[in-house]
């Protein structure tokens, strides 16, 4: 018989605790603390933001319950309502004419009903506000054609803003929806009739519900931008919870009343979030088809109906907006044009750069990280990095000063005898700058880790076996093979830049005007003519990426 040591129990207590020690330096490889450090950008502000409701203050909670909630409240439901519903039904009805039906100008529709993505919704609520206003050219050319007591509805309504959000983004809707019916093609439809169903019955039964997922993913990227919009319900002067945390912190000059609301607009996102995935559930969705498959040829009558519909739509959301933008430009553009443009559009095109080099350099971060370890701990850290995309910029603003706030009195505090200036971080580049990545991570994540994707083990294995390793494999191998996502990264960053409003708004240093900031101050006083030097060049700027978008979903 062996032996038994007598330090055998010490020993075996002592090997789990060195087991632990081990695994865990195993774990924290450089590639997944670094993945750590990009996830914190995010997690950082959510954190202190929810972390507010940790420390209530009677006096602000009091103040907010019984002037500001009960109307944001009602606000928010009907906002949100009214948007999922509208673009439901113009998403999901443009996607299957599109998608299923032949009818005319089917193949130009099919791209230029995306064009209203180009267009930020801000824009297109003051250019519907200058259009269709009491004293705009559509009613006062209505009260000259059919007398002064003609009655057209108010525009700068709750049904105004609705409809303008509604027309903006019902794009999002269109581009999944579409995606799916062309993956269904016919033959759901003809699996429906030959049980007997009719056409319609077969619509409503069969593809639909197969379609679901993506309409419910359309839907849910519409309710985000929704809740996360401030330009347009500022221009509208419809309180919700974005503007009410800006006039909180600018009007009030009250940071922990922005940071209260900020927490509920969290908590109600993340509630959104939770019953669009209890709606799903565990369900499994299969194309019954191929995208190539013939189209139904509609009759004459239905088709130019079908044709008109669609015309209408994209003339309502993008085809106006535009002309009546242009038309303003010329009328003003001699008086209105000057220095301040340059810098303007200097201060866009480098905050945007800046924003695009970070938000590229963290998601190949991420990445690359889940590229070399594909397990729970970093899917998570790549998960929770890219949920900034769902949080409102206002929010994001005020969970990143906050925190900066704190380290810039440590820092004046540290070198307080050496140093007597009143902020060192505070009202820096730097705090813009964190909240941008923040927000836009997940859109520069989701086309890097796509390109990364298609990259084989194969390959990888075949530059190990030529002596390619570690920094020398990312740099000959992944990085030239990853050369079109970053730059679709790269893109659709600089355009999510130019077009934000409320990070620009709340944290941009002083004299760091930019083009959606001069889009802003010119709105806020009413001065629509003035606002669309500044829009059009957004407009233009904005077409790119949705360029990119229809090569990719068209056929």
């Not at 309180?239 to 945390?245: G, M, R, V, W």
Request: charged share 15%; with cysteine; hydrophobic share 55%.
């Amino acid at each position: 018989m062996k032996k038994v040591p007598a330090n055998r129990h010490a020993l075996t207590q002592f090997l789990p605790a060195v087991g632990i020690r081990f695994s865990l330096r195993q774990f924290f490889t450089r590639w997944r603390l670094a993945a750590f450090l990009v996830s914190l950008i995010t997690l950082i502000p959510l954190l202190v933001v929810l972390l507010s409701l940790l420390s209530p203050e009677p006096e602000i909670w009091h103040h907010l319950r019984q002037y500001v909630l009960p109307d944001l409240l009602v606000n928010t439901f009907w906002l949100t309502l009214g948007v999922a519903c509208g673009t439901g039904l113009l998403g999901v009805s443009l996607a299957w004419v599109t998608a299923v039906c032949e009818f005319p100008g089917r193949r130009f529709f099919s791209w230029a009903l995306m064009l209203p993505l180009a267009m930020p919704a801000y824009v297109a609520a003051f250019v519907n506000i200058g259009l269709f206003d009491f004293t705009g050219p559509v009613q006062t050319a209505l009260r000259a054609w059919l007398g002064d007591g003609v009655w057209f509805p108010p525009i700068r309504s709750r049904g105004g803003v609705i409809l303008v959000m509604t027309l903006s983004l019902y794009p999002y809707v269109y581009l999944l929806a579409r995606n799916a019916f062309m993956t269904q093609g016919k033959r759901s439809l003809e699996a429906a009739q030959s049980l007997g169903l009719s056409r319609v019955a077969g619509f409503f039964r069969v593809a639909l519900p197969m379609a679901r997922p993506w309409i419910a993913a359309g839907i849910m990227l519409a309710l985000m931008e929704t809740l996360a919009d401030f330009g347009t319900v500022a221009v509208f002067n419809y309180d919700t919870f974005t503007t009410a945390i800006y006039k909180a912190w600018f009007g009030l000059f009250s940071l922990a009343a922005a940071s209260q609301l900020a927490s509920l607009l969290v908590l109600m996102v993340l509630l959104l979030v939770l019953l669009e995935q209890a709606w799903r559930g565990d369900k499994r969705y299969h194309a019954t088809g191929k995208s190539n498959q013939s189209r139904y040829t509609l009759k004459p009558l239905l088709a130019w109906g079908v044709g008109l519909y669609a015309g209408l739509i994209l003339v309502l959301a993008f085809a106006l907006p535009v002309t009546q933008l242009l038309v303003w430009c010329r009328e003003i553009f001699v008086e209105e044009f000057d220095s301040r443009y340059p810098v303007f559009v200097l201060h866009s095109v480098l905050l945007s750069s800046m924003a695009a080099l970070l938000v590229v350099a963290a998601a190949m971060i991420l990445a690359y990280s889940l590229r070399l370890y594909n397990d729970w701990p970093t899917r998570f850290f790549a998960r929770l990095s890219t949920l900034g995309y769902a949080i409102p910029g206002t929010v994001l603003a005020v969970g990143v000063f906050i925190p900066v706030a704190w380290l810039d009195n440590q820092l004046i505090a540290f070198f307080q005898p050496w140093f007597s200036g009143g902020a060192i971080l505070r009202g820096t580049l730097m705090v813009m700058l964190l909240a941008y990545v923040a927000r836009f991570l997940a859109p520069g994540f989701n086309a890097i880790d796509s390109a990364m994707q298609r990259i084989t083990r194969s390959q990888e294995e075949a530059a190990r076996g030529m002596g390619f390793t570690g920094w020398r494999l990312f740099t000959r191998v992944h990085l030239p093979l990853l050369r079109g996502g970053i730059f679709s990264a790269a893109m659709l960053v600089f355009v999510d830049v130019m077009k934000e409003m409320p990070i620009t708004l709340m944290t941009r240093p002083f004299g760091w005007d930019s083009l959606s900031v001069r889009v802003f101050e010119m709105t806020s006083e009413g001065q629509w003519e003035r606002a669309a030097l500044p829009a059009v060049a957004l407009v233009i700027v904005g077409l790119f990426p949705v360029i990119l978008l229809t090569r990719q979903s068209e056929h």
